[in-house]
């Protein structure tokens, strides 16, 4: 662990591959590993913990509305009522992944039936709110738009992921194109 803490480059973002484990994943999700980041796996990170990092979270001004957001794995959550000012705003502009995520989650066709599927199948309450510690529901932002998200159960609030809230408004400013104009 000493060895570690001496990564300065080891973040909870960082792509980690356990000893004897053939899959790679995230540092955060190393229960273990976040007394290096300065949080715990429980929620004692101040008011508004990272669900994925347990750090707390940075308010943060995103188009005129107020939200939280993680210096580490870049996620950050909107309260509910925000939503909706930052998809109707204009002047964003998006970077090449975000264009290449929102095409490549339009293309697939039966996105919207996997996902239902997979919701079901796997536990969809993983994370926990930063605002009101309630559970937060796996789910597509709304039925018919291909993006993933988890949205609080009580609050309403959306905790969206690195890029997630970017490829969700890029999609909201071309859904003519994407759509045909129908699906909302
Ligand atoms: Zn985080
Ligand atoms: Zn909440």
Known sequence: MEQ???LTFLTPESWICPHGEQAVHHAYEQEDLMPL???TADADAGEHPCPHCRTGLTEVNYEGAPAWRCSYCEGIFVADRAISRILIRRDMTFSEDVVRLAEAATKQKDLFQKGRARFKKENPFILTCPKCANKMRRQFFVYSYPI???RCISCGG??????ELETLQYIYEHKDKFFDGRGF
């Open 4 to 6: 570690l803490r001496r």
């Open 37 to 39: 980041f300065g949080g």
């Open 148 to 150: 993933e998200i988890d």
């Open 158 to 163: 959306v905790w969206f992921d690195k890029m």
